[in-house]
């Protein structure tokens, strides 16, 4: 990905003002259409092991740069990253999906789910408490394992969901309200002529995953 891109990112962290960003709109403009190319590309490559994404492109996958202020404490009109959340119906779909998110201090490549709500959140634990054998054989395969050292561990419940036995050995894997699995990138690779065959060699991986929660939500 051509450097365009976190120069201007870093640049707007450090100037995060309406002044600024009308001043630099041109670059802006610049470093957006070359993460859209670069989305696109890796849409079409997906698309050869995904069929359900062939039918989108970038524009519907990429977040808007603006912020929403009204209710948040910090009134920073924009965001410091470019992020594309690539599923069937784009960045609105609620089911699984492949993210790439590209910010100054924080990028990564992940996917699954983020946050789904709660029927669709029982959903997948009910899949995975009933088919745990295939959850756990998905999670230790030698291609997951590879980029994914498991369901990103964050924002999860203390208790075990009421609906499912607390003696279940692997409850564990049902108190998370997402799930997704991350694998973080550097400038260094982000700026290689790797960083696009390896963005697909990570997508890859992680579709027997995505498939398995597919089939838990239907989406």
């Known amino acids: 990905m051509d450097p365009i891109v976190l120069g201007f990112l870093k640049d707007l962290q450090q ?13 802006y403009e610049a470093a957006k259409a070359e993460f859209e190319n670069f ?11 995904d069929p359900l994404l062939r039918f989108i492109d970038a524009k519907d996958c990429m ?11 910090s009134k920073e009109p924009y965001k410091t990253n470019f992020g594309a959340w690539m599923s069937k119906d784009g960045r ?20 699954g789910i983020y946050q789904p709500d709660p029927v669709l959140l029982k959903s997948i634990r009910q899949e995975i408490f009933y088919n745990i054998k295939e959850f756990k054989t ?40 997402s ?3 991350s694998w973080g990138l550097n400038e260094k690779l982000l700026h290689s002529e790797k960083l696009f065959s390896t963005t697909v060699l990570v997508y890859k991986a992680m579709l027997p995953y995505n498939e398995f929660l597919r089939k838990a939500t239907n989406l």
């Open 15 to 27: 100037n995060n003002n309406r002044e600024w960003f009308q001043a630099n709109k041109s670059r």
């Open 39 to 49: 989305i696109n590309s890796v849409i079409h490559e997906i698309a050869r092991f």
């Open 63 to 73: 977040f808007r740069i603006y912020r929403d202020v009204r209710f948040t404490k």
């Open 92 to 111: 609105k779909s609620p089911g699984p999906g492949y993210y790439f998110h590209v910010a100054p201090d924080e990028m990564f490549l992940s996917g």
């Open 138 to 177: 998905i999670l230790r395969s030698k291609e997951f394992s590879k980029y994914f050292s498991g369901i990103d561990e964050y924002n999860k419940t203390k208790l075990p969901p009421r609906d499912i036995p607390a003696d279940f050995p692997d409850i564990d894997l049902l108190k998370n309200r």
């Open 179 to 181: 799930y997704t699995v």
